[in-house]
């Protein structure tokens, strides 16, 4: 069974500003992780995933998210926040499983940029 | 670039009543999922389908529910008689042969009441 912890329900962060939304995961075996971006009633919008590879990630709006396995960690990076990145991030896992692949969702983080 | 569909963007029904919820997966994809959204909730995942037949479903999903691909390019979501905690939104999701990711559809904002 797979689970995901997103500490934070909501975090507010200046223009400008470091943005860091956090994700920890619990998987029985190597995980896939996804982050996700919803926009205000709208869909969900993939920001960036980590499948093998690489540790970090790089994605879409200038995200970027580290795997660290020794800290079941995958957490949301951008140097610089922007006004348009206000939304609701979601981390997500899925395992490597048959065709199943079912994602398992976090609570979310509310992202506010203010001036 | 190819995008899952869906229709329609809002439904309301009243309780008791049946719904299908329609998705158009994009054209090559070979697995498929519903998940829902109670407003201020997490996303949640219902079922997932492959080669005609579901692959796993959740607790949520159960006798009131069901999924079918009438034709090969629709993926439908049932509920037989609504319940006014169905109020959500319900998203489709397809993924291709390589099996990374999921794309979303837009959803269907359901509302019983």
């Known amino acids: 069974a797979q689970s995901v912890t997103q500490l934070g329900s909501h975090v507010s962060v200046s223009e400008g500003a470091l943005v860091l939304l956090r994700c920890n995961y619990s998987?029985?075996?190597?995980?896939?992780l996804f982050w996700y971006v919803q926009y205000p009633n709208q869909g969900l919008q993939l920001l960036l995933k980590y499948t093998t590879g690489a540790t970090l990630v790089k994605g879409i709006n200038g995200f970027e998210a580290e795997f660290k396995k020794s800290e079941t960690s995958f957490h949301l990076t951008k140097p610089s926040a922007h006004m348009s990145d206000a939304a609701e991030y979601f981390c997500?896992?899925?395992?490597?499983?048959?065709?199943?692949?079912?994602?398992?969702f976090g609570t979310g983080t509310q992202l506010k940029v203010e001036l | 670039e190819p995008e899952v569909t869906q229709t329609p963007s809002h439904q309301v029904t009243q309780m008791g009543q049946e719904v299908i919820l329609r998705c158009v997966p994009i054209s090559n994809h070979l697995y498929f999922y519903w998940y829902r959204q109670i407003l201020g909730q997490k996303v949640e995942f219902l079922v997932s389908?492959?080669?005609?037949?579901?692959?796993?479903k959740s607790e949520i999903f159960d006798d009131q529910f069901s999924v079918e691909r009438p034709d090969g390019s629709n993926f439908t979501l049932k509920i037989r008689s609504t319940k006014l905690e169905d109020s959500a939104m319900y998203f489709c999701a397809s993924m291709d042969r390589q099996g990374s990711e999921q794309y979303f559809g837009p959803g269907t904002r359901l509302t019983v009441t």
């Open positions: 997500a896992v899925s395992l490597l499983t048959g065709g199943g692949n079912k994602l398992t």
């Open positions: 389908f492959y080669n005609n037949e579901i692959s796993e």
């Open positions: 998987s029985s075996v190597p995980p896939y």
